[in-house]
């Protein structure tokens, strides 16, 4: 089981950015993805989840109205639309299955709010 995300950077407060996860190993549709992010001295904390099929979504209170979460099970991808970004969203964000322990974690993608 492997996941790779893509897709951070440095961007300024108010910008966009669109992570990207890639997927294998598993049979991508049968589960629900999540992505998950962890700044520095904090402990990792779940952002946003979406089901395999019905494509149904959930999202921190922190992010809701500003992140949005996709998926497209014939690329075993799963993407976070980040519009309206703030200092308080910098850290490295994950995707991962969000009720299946698979063991170890991908590298993430460091996304950075500053001006």
């Known amino acids: 089981v492997q996941f790779v995300e893509s897709g951070g950077g440095l961007v300024q407060p108010g910008g966009s950015l669109r992570l990207s996860c890639a997927a294998s190993?598993?049979?991508?549709?049968?589960?629900?993805m999540s992505w998950y992010r962890q700044a520095p001295g904090k402990e990792r904390e779940l952002v946003a989840t979406?089901?395999?099929?019905?494509?149904?979504?959930n999202y921190a209170d922190s992010v809701k109205g500003r992140f949005t979460i996709s998926r497209d099970n014939a690329k075993n991808s799963v993407y976070l639309q980040m519009n309206s970004l703030k200092p308080e969203d910098t850290a490295v964000y994950y995707c991962y299955t969000r009720y299946t322990n698979f063991g170890s974690w991908g590298q993430g993608t460091q996304v950075t709010v500053s001006s």
């Open positions: 190993g598993f049979v991508f549709r049968n589960y629900h």
């Open positions: 979406i089901s395999g099929t019905s494509g149904s979504t």
